[in-house]
């Protein structure tokens, strides 16, 4: 199958050439040019640049570090004035960072200020410290500590107070302020650090179970929501002011018609909020002292379908002079990056063409043909189906079925070069938008979370049972896939219902949920309790997860094909649930498909290097275009 993994590599490579400098994160600075990092043309790792329409490599963070092992940047920060700045790095794939620190325009090497640290970072300007997270024994970010800009020992700063909670750090807009939470998948807590390293409570004036804020220039925008209640967007021009009298809090905003609001970044003069509806994401604009508030609409030289879905995310990074980056793509077209100035009403392309022409740094593409469905559950539940097609291809098509179904986390619409290589050889892809996802909002991650989470199995069949049934597949040409948590749900409704599917890929899979969250101390179970459910605590989460669990659900059945990938140095899932699942299937099935594994020394989010992750991926579409009797198909026959 070389020739074909080969072939697809191409094809994916050049489906991305355009893309190269989307940018990851954003610095935008008062003094300087902008520095934003990205990879570039014919790099495997980020390069911090410098330059819109001629950008110059500032730092290459491939030559500071060692050649030939796996490196993952986790963070990036950049202090609004100096030429430092520091990040942390993943040299295994392990999830175990390093803080390193940097100067603008100096040599490559870099230098480390702490080890055992989670991804995320903070800059705090009142001490020149840099704050981190600060890794467990069971590999879960659980406290902050500080780092001084120079060096020396690390201080405490916080500490989680229960095992289902993990810690995050983050700089505001205006690089000025440091906010730590407190995180579950299913709500959080936020403080704001003071100059003598005291925690002040961002509380809403009301009780939420979500907290997300940012800060700028001295006010603050924070968004709150609760079980049951509208999602809200609060407003003050006073901090801390606000924190000694809530009652300086405004509420400037409420989502309405079941929306909920997403995310949230203060600039100068006003907020943006991601507001998200049944139909999708938009922007919302609120004018802190009108308390006005208007979506933002979208200008530039890639025009999107009306009423076309899109996925709209802030660009991280520094926002001292008040403009906001913005990241907006489809199914169909790559992210494109996107500036909102202080008196904007409308995002434009922040790059210009060769010609002076607006970029967003997009590719329109006619490639597939988009269709949304709506897919009868269990509970009479409608559950959101988005399935992609090669353009024009009437009938009944193999079809690939995607889902996740855990943390809240939406499968929104984003471009991916390699789901073009199937639908060129005449293969669909199916996104099912299953409860326990955050597709349509808090309430339904609530309906697949906890004893709740086998509706996610249920939602999944029933898609998959909607596209044979009517006539979008044919009957056993459906291949099922998801990841990491989505493969408790996927791997669950291939043991209930295995004659649907003839073929399976499970990749860095939880397949072992049940004595997994048995485990106490093992990586990540706390954290997980959240979501799942605490089998030691809750006699029916342990019936229910005994029922659902993928390994001890395996039985004698007429099983798919399926391709397993683990990863030596995952710290989250371990690699010997993919080899008892492999074992208990080819125990247990009646049929003569393969069962195929493959296992390497990376981490749960792969390699560090694009190229290496593009074979990755060839070999699972190779695996899925062999089971579908399309190996030998060219993409130029269909």
């Not at 480390?112 to 467990?136: K, Y």
């Not at 139909?279 to 002292?289: D, K, N, T």
């Not at 939406?410 to 938008?433: E, K, N, Q, T």
């Not at 996802?437 to 509706?455: F, I, N, S, T």
């Given at each position: 199958?070389?020739?074909?993994?080969?072939?697809?590599?191409?094809?994916?490579?050049?489906?991305?050439?355009?893309?190269?400098?989307?940018?990851?994160?954003?610095?935008?600075?008062?003094?300087?040019?902008?520095?934003?990092?990205?990879?570039?043309?014919?790099s495997?790792?980020?390069?911090?640049?410098?330059?819109?329409?001629?950008?110059?490599?500032?730092?290459?963070?491939?030559?500071?570090?060692?050649?030939?092992?796996?490196?993952?940047?986790g963070?990036?920060?950049?202090?609004p004035?100096?030429?430092?700045?520091?990040?942390?790095?993943?040299?295994?794939?392990?999830?175990?960072?390093?803080?390193?620190?940097?100067?603008?325009?100096?040599?490559?090497?870099?230098?480390?200020l702490?080890?055992?640290?989670?991804?995320?970072?903070?800059?705090?300007?009142?001490?020149?410290?840099?704050?981190?997270?600060?890794?467990?024994?069971?590999?879960?970010?659980?406290?902050?500590?500080a780092?001084?800009?120079?060096?020396?020992?690390s201080?405490h700063?916080?500490?989680?107070?229960?095992?289902?909670?993990?810690?995050?750090?983050?700089?505001?807009?205006?690089?000025?302020?440091?906010?730590?939470?407190?995180?579950?998948?299913?709500?959080?807590?936020?403080?704001?650090?003071?100059?003598?390293?005291?925690?002040?409570?961002?509380?809403?004036?009301?009780?939420?179970?979500?907290?997300?804020?940012?800060?700028?220039?001295?006010?603050?925008?924070?968004?709150?929501?609760?079980?049951?209640?509208?999602?809200?967007?609060?407003?003050?021009?006073?901090?801390?002011g606000?924190?000694?009298?809530?009652?300086?809090?405004?509420?400037?905003?409420?989502?309405?018609?079941?929306?909920?609001?997403?995310?949230?970044?203060?600039?100068?003069?006003?907020?943006?909020?991601?507001?998200?509806?049944?139909?999708?994401?938009r922007?919302?604009?609120?004018?802190?002292?009108?308390?006005?508030?208007?979506?933002?609409?979208?200008?530039?030289?890639?025009?999107?379908?009306?009423?076309?879905?899109?996925?709209?995310?802030?660009?991280?990074?520094?926002?001292?002079?008040?403009?906001?980056?913005?990241?907006?793509?489809t199914?169909q077209?790559?992210a494109?990056?996107?500036?909102?100035?202080?008196?904007?009403?409308?995002?434009?392309?922040?790059?210009?063409?060769?010609?002076g022409?607006?970029?967003?740094?997009?590719?329109?593409?006619?490639?597939?043909?988009?269709?949304?469905?709506?897919?009868?559950?269990?509970?009479?539940?409608?559950?959101?189906?988005?399935?992609?097609?090669?353009?024009?291809?009437p009938?009944?098509?193999?079809?690939?079925?995607?889902?996740?179904?855990?943390y809240?986390?939406?499968?929104?619409?984003?471009?991916?070069?390699?789901?073009?290589?199937?639908?060129?050889?005449?293969?669909?892809?199916?996104?099912?938008?299953?409860?326990?996802?955050g597709?349509?909002?808090?309430?339904?991650?609530?309906?697949?979370?906890?004893?709740r989470?086998?509706?996610?199995?249920?939602?999944?069949?029933?898609?998959?049972?909607y596209?044979?049934?009517?006539?979008?597949?044919?009957?056993?040409?459906?291949?099922?896939?998801?990841?990491s948590?989505?493969?408790?749900?996927?791997?669950?409704?291939?043991?209930?219902?295995?004659?649907l599917?003839?073929?399976?890929?499970?990749?860095?899979?939880?397949?072992?949920?049940l004595?997994?969250?048995?485990?106490?101390?093992?990586?990540?179970?706390?954290p997980?309790?959240?979501?799942?459910?605490?089998?030691?605590?809750?006699?029916?989460?342990?019936?229910?997860?005994?029922?659902?669990?993928?390994?001890?659900?395996?039985?004698?059945?007429?099983?798919?094909?399926f391709?397993?990938t683990?990863?030596?140095?995952?710290?989250?899932?371990?690699?010997?649930?993919?080899?008892?699942?492999?074992?208990a299937?080819?125990?247990?099935?009646?049929?003569?498909?393969?069962v195929?594994?493959?296992?390497?020394?990376?981490?749960?989010?792969?390699?560090?290097?694009?190229t290496?992750?593009?074979?990755?991926e060839?070999?699972?579409?190779?695996?899925?275009?062999?089971?579908?009797?399309?190996?030998?198909?060219?993409?130029?026959?269909?």
């Amino acid at each position: 199958m070389a020739p074909l993994r080969h072939a697809l590599v191409g094809e994916f490579k050049g489906r991305t050439m355009r893309q190269d400098l989307t940018p990851i994160a954003v610095y935008d600075r008062i003094c300087g040019p902008v520095l934003f990092l990205a990879i570039p043309a014919g790099s495997e790792l980020p390069c911090l640049l410098a330059g819109y329409e001629r950008p110059e490599v500032v730092f290459d963070f491939a030559r500071s570090e060692e050649p030939g092992t796996e490196r993952l940047i986790g963070d990036l920060v950049i202090p609004p004035a100096g030429d430092s700045f520091f990040y942390t790095l993943d040299i295994d794939g392990s999830d175990n960072h390093l803080v390193r620190a940097g100067r603008l325009g100096g040599p490559p090497a870099a230098r480390t200020l702490a080890q055992g640290a989670g991804p995320a970072l903070a800059w705090d300007a009142s001490s020149a410290s840099v704050l981190f997270t600060v890794l467990d024994e069971a590999m879960s970010p659980s406290a902050v500590h500080a780092v001084h800009a120079d060096g020396g020992p690390s201080r405490h700063i916080f500490t989680v107070e229960s095992d289902s909670e993990f810690a995050d750090v983050r700089t505001s807009s205006d690089g000025s302020r440091v906010l730590v939470t407190a995180e579950t998948h299913s709500g959080a807590r936020m403080w704001l650090l003071s100059a003598a390293d005291q925690l002040l409570p961002l509380e809403p004036p009301r009780p939420g179970g979500r907290v997300r804020a940012d800060c700028w220039a001295g006010y603050a925008a924070m968004i709150c929501s609760a079980q049951g209640e509208p999602d809200r967007l609060y407003t003050t021009l006073s901090l801390p002011g606000a924190i000694r009298r809530p009652a300086t809090w405004h509420r400037s905003y409420e989502a309405a018609g079941g929306a909920c609001l997403e995310d949230v970044v203060c600039a100068d003069g006003h907020a943006l909020a991601i507001e998200r509806a049944a139909g999708g994401q938009r922007l919302i604009r609120v004018e802190l002292h009108g308390q006005r508030a208007a979506p933002v609409e979208f200008a530039g030289a890639t025009a999107w379908p009306p009423g076309d879905p899109a996925s709209i995310e802030f660009v991280p990074g520094l926002r001292q002079r008040g403009v906001t980056d913005i990241s907006r793509e489809t199914w169909q077209d790559p992210a494109g990056w996107f500036r909102l100035g202080p008196g904007d009403r409308t995002a434009r392309p922040a790059r210009t063409g060769g010609d002076g022409s607006a970029d967003s740094g997009t590719v329109p593409s006619a490639e597939m043909d988009i269709v949304r469905l709506k897919v009868p559950s269990a509970g009479q539940v409608t559950v959101p189906l988005t399935l992609l097609r090669p353009p024009g291809r009437p009938g009944p098509l193999p079809t690939v079925l995607y889902a996740h179904g855990a943390y809240g986390v939406p499968l929104d619409p984003v471009y991916m070069p390699f789901r073009l290589s199937l639908l060129d050889r005449g293969v669909a892809f199916a996104v099912a938008h299953v409860r326990g996802g955050g597709d349509l909002g808090p309430a339904w991650h609530e309906a697949g979370r906890g004893l709740r989470k086998p509706a996610a199995v249920a939602d999944y069949l029933a898609a998959a049972r909607y596209l044979t049934d009517h006539g979008w597949a044919p009957q056993g040409m459906i291949v099922a896939r998801a990841r990491s948590a989505g493969t408790a749900v996927v791997g669950a409704a291939v043991n209930q219902a295995p004659a649907l599917f003839t073929a399976a890929v499970l990749e860095t899979p939880f397949l072992d949920c049940l004595r997994v969250l048995l485990e106490p101390d093992a990586a990540l179970t706390g954290p997980e309790w959240d979501e799942w459910g605490n089998p030691l605590a809750d006699p029916a989460i342990r019936e229910m997860l005994a029922g659902l669990s993928p390994l001890a659900n395996v039985r004698p059945a007429g099983y798919p094909a399926f391709l397993l990938t683990a990863g030596e140095r995952d710290a989250r899932v371990q690699v010997s649930e993919a080899l008892c699942f492999a074992d208990a299937v080819r125990s247990a099935t009646t049929s003569a498909r393969d069962v195929l594994l493959r296992i390497d020394d990376t981490g749960h989010l792969g390699h560090s290097s694009v190229t290496a992750d593009f074979y990755d991926e060839a070999d699972v579409l190779a695996f899925i275009l062999d089971q579908l009797g399309l190996a030998g198909c060219q993409a130029t026959d269909v």
